[in-house]
């Protein structure tokens, strides 16, 4: 995210904000901002007497500005950070009288998982005047392969849109994961690297035939006998290919084929559906296979056989489950 890449930017040249305010649903540039603010900022020696980690559920407000009002030891500043401050979002406006005049030798990081300031609120102007406030938005899944993309980019690699669509379906929109995946790739690999396939299947523990990229290919081409045989050994192997995410996967899966049904201009359908071009191989497929209103009946069994995953108003195992769900979609 290009925000993010500025507030680093700004504080490598020297411009340093006394209160960054990391909030919104993606956790991964949260973290990534506050782990160059708590290693960079301030030197080894520094940092004994003048950075301080606090977490949320262990402090109040008034803990946070009493730490942030303290002057440094023998340093040019002190740093503050408090993760996990979503815990304290009952009191968060407690923090305004400080937002309005925060102690400028202090750097105080607060990082907001998950959740966002009302903009209105004098708080959040404060810290907008007198500090930063950056929102990190979740992206959506036609977004995470640019992303996959400029990340290897930046550390030397390319990779195959295959593959790139392989890391989507297999890790979703979970950031943190993905480049978690694609560190593992980059010590195996040697720089300059195309990532292919066969390196996704090889080192991040996917199977070459029995994964929901390839469930959902089955599923749109009606072809029942390999469809059964992946959710058999999704159902032998639950810890790899959990059911709640099965049955999420294919759900998105119809939603989106219902909604490309609805569309009069065909080739919009991956920036409408926020998916990759390379997924609509299967849309084009499955939008052959299954009429507008089977599709509709399907969406619905999917939502019932979701809320039995989850245990509730049945006690069926994850094999009876994922039977059911082949027969509502193949019937």
Not at 116 to 142: P, Q
Not at 174 to 186: F, G, P, T, W, Y
Not at 202 to 220: D, M, P, T
Request: aromatic letters at 10%; hydrophobic letters at 40%.
């Amino acid at each position: 995210m290009d925000e993010a890449a500025k507030i680093v930017t700004d504080i490598r040249a020297g411009n340093i904000r006394p209160v960054y305010f990391l909030m919104g649903e993606e956790p991964y540039y949260i973290d990534k901002i506050a782990e160059y603010i708590e290693g960079q900022l301030l030197t080894e020696d520094e940092k004994g007497f003048n950075q301080t980690v606090l977490y949320g559920r262990d402090v109040s407000i008034d803990d946070i500005v009493g730490t942030a009002k303290r002057y440094p030891m023998m340093a040019e500043r002190q740093v503050v950070i408090v993760k996990e401050a979503q815990d304290l979002s009952r009191t968060i406006d407690k923090l305004e009288s400080y937002a309005e005049q925060p102690t400028p030798t202090t750097v105080l990081v607060i990082c907001y998982k998950y959740k966002t300031l009302d903009k209105r609120k004098k708080v959040t102007k404060h810290l907008e005047k007198n500090g930063v406030v950056f929102e990190s938005k979740k992206l959506y899944e036609n977004q995470v392969g640019q992303w996959i993309t400029r990340i290897l980019q930046g550390k030397g690699y390319t990779i195959d849109h295959k593959a790139n669509a392989m890391m989507v379906d297999f890790l979703g929109t979970d950031l943190s994961r993905i480049a978690k995946e694609l560190e593992k790739l980059q010590i195996i690999l040697p720089k300059g690297s195309t990532i292919l396939p066969s390196h996704i299947e090889e080192n991040i523990g996917f199977s070459k035939e029995y994964n929901v990229f390839e469930l959902r290919k089955a599923i749109a081409e009606r072809n029942q006998y390999k469809a059964y045989k992946i959710a058999q050994y999704f159902a032998q192997n639950q810890k790899e290919n959990p059911l709640v995410m099965t049955v999420g996967m294919m759900f998105s899966f119809f939603s989106n084929l219902l909604q490309y049904h609805g569309l009069k201009d065909k080739k919009t359908a991956a920036s409408v559906l926020r998916v990759s071009p390379y997924q609509l191989k299967d849309y084009e497929t499955a939008f052959r296979n299954y009429p507008m209103r089977k599709v509709s009946a399907i969406v619905a069994a999917l939502r019932n056989v979701d809320v039995k995953s989850k245990g509730v108003g049945a006690n069926l195992t994850p094999d009876d489950l994922l039977k059911e769900m082949l027969i509502h979609i193949f019937s």
